[in-house]
């Protein structure tokens, strides 16, 4: 389910939190869809999940909200954080 009004959708819709890696195959297959949608896309039809781990986190959120996205946000930055080196 997706929990959107339009202003959240325009504020969230390029950021890291709701973007993802996939190949071109399954990229095509998610097109624009809703969350329930990409969510099938990102599986093929042996159930076999994406080669991106970073996509198949996706599949454990049961929506995709502002709350979603805020904790995907922090959870990619703390990755991201922990392999920089300052």
Do not use: C, H, P
Request: charge should be negative.
């Amino acid at each position: 389910m997706t929990l959107f009004i339009e202003e959240e959708k325009e504020q969230w819709t390029d950021t890291l939190s709701n973007l993802t890696l996939l190949s071109m195959r399954k990229n095509i297959q998610a097109q624009n869809f809703g969350f329930e949608d990409k969510k099938e896309a990102y599986q093929n039809k042996e159930n076999l999940l994406t080669s991106f781990k970073i996509t198949q986190d996706i599949l454990s959120y049961s929506e995709w909200s502002v709350n979603t996205l805020e904790d995907r946000e922090s959870k990619l930055l703390q990755m991201i954080d922990g392999k920089l080196y300052y």
